[in-house]
């Protein structure tokens, strides 16, 4: 049974920086399609970085291109997301979501099999 975990959401202010943590279990970091998509109440599920071929491809939606790194720990087969120099729009709640194989359109929910349970990122200016 896969399950995938989040951790690491929280509150700061504008500027600041968190880490986000996605442990799988019953599924392999590395050899699959993965990506952080988030969602704010009343707002369609937003992808905003995606991974593949275990870190060796990544991309990033514009708005947050520069400022967050996706990266995989293949050891710990956990996937992390590290969120530098929050703005109040990057609030929402973020999910870890894992493809089987390759993600055809990696920003896109449909492609993704398996979803973590959220957590909340605020970030107050």
Request: glycine share 12%; hydrophobic share 30%.
């Amino acid at each position: 049974q896969v399950q995938l975990v989040e951790s690491g959401g929280g509150s700061v202010q504008a500027g600041g920086s968190l880490r986000l943590s996605c442990a799988a279990s019953g599924y392999s970091v590395g050899a699959n399609c993965m990506a952080w998509f988030r969602q704010v109440s009343g707002k369609e599920r937003e992808g905003v970085a995606t991974m593949c071929a275990g870190g060796d491809h990544t991309s990033y939606v514009s708005s947050v291109r520069g400022r967050f790194t996706i990266s995989p720990d293949n050891a710990k087969n956990t996937l992390y997301l590290q969120m530098n120099d929050l703005k109040p729009e990057d609030t929402a709640t973020y999910y870890c979501a894992g493809a089987n194989g390759w993600a055809l359109h990696p920003y896109n929910a449909n492609d993704y099999n398996y979803w973590g349970q959220g957590t909340q990122v605020t970030v107050s200016s």
